[in-house]
């Protein structure tokens, strides 16, 4: 079924970090009757999100950093740990993923993988997610990593074995949407 929707309004909330919209529209739903419905969508651009893994030692590259929103929503640190991720700015998602991927974990990788996309939080954010995957090694590491400081970033760089972040799902340590994914991809597809 292809949806019948007529846009009547859309109205700029706030373009403080990024826009929030509220948009008004007429929606033609199953029954063929017409709703006009009422909805705030936030626009931050899209983004990408990249694992990077070991197979020779087992281990992957994640991030440690202050997040409010999950400060106000009753994580007492705000801390969360994450796969490396950014959004695309101008850069098309794999130009992004390798620039991030340096900047945040110190690692310059070589060959990246995108695995697919994904909409994560539809309801409310029009972002669109580009997941990839890449190898790293050693030798690959460029600098300590951390984040940019006129970005205001702070993050921590974990290697930590792939059989210990998935127990960190389990114990509620990695809470991140994305993050989950991709581990649950390479263990899936057997990539360690």
């Known amino acids: 079924m292809q949806p019948e929707v007529k846009i009547i309004s859309k109205e700029v909330l706030s373009d403080n970090w990024y826009t929030l919209y509220k948009v008004t529209y007429d929606y033609k739903n199953r029954c063929g009757t017409w709703q006009t419905q009422t909805r705030e969508a936030y626009d931050r651009g899209n983004g990408a999100v990249i694992l990077l893994y070991n197979p020779a030692t087992g281990n992957v590259i994640l991030t440690k950093q202050f997040r409010l929103p999950s400060y106000i929503n009753g994580n007492s640190t705000g801390m969360l740990i994450e796969a490396c991720a950014g959004l695309l700015d101008e850069n098309n998602p794999e130009e992004c993923i390798r620039r991030e991927a340096e900047e945040e974990t110190g690692f310059r990788i070589k060959d990246v993988r995108k ?48 059989d210990t972040a998935m127990a960190m799902i389990t114990s509620g340590e990695i809470k991140d949407g994305k993050t989950i994914m991709l581990l649950q991809y390479v263990k899936l597809h057997q990539l360690m």
């Open 115 to 162: 695995i697919f996309d994904a909409y994560m939080s539809p309801g409310s954010v029009t972002e669109i997610l580009h997941f990839f995957i890449a190898e790293y090694s050693a030798e690959m590491k460029t600098g300590a990593g951390g984040g940019l400081e006129h970005e205001q970033e702070e993050i921590e760089v974990l290697e930590v074995p792939v």
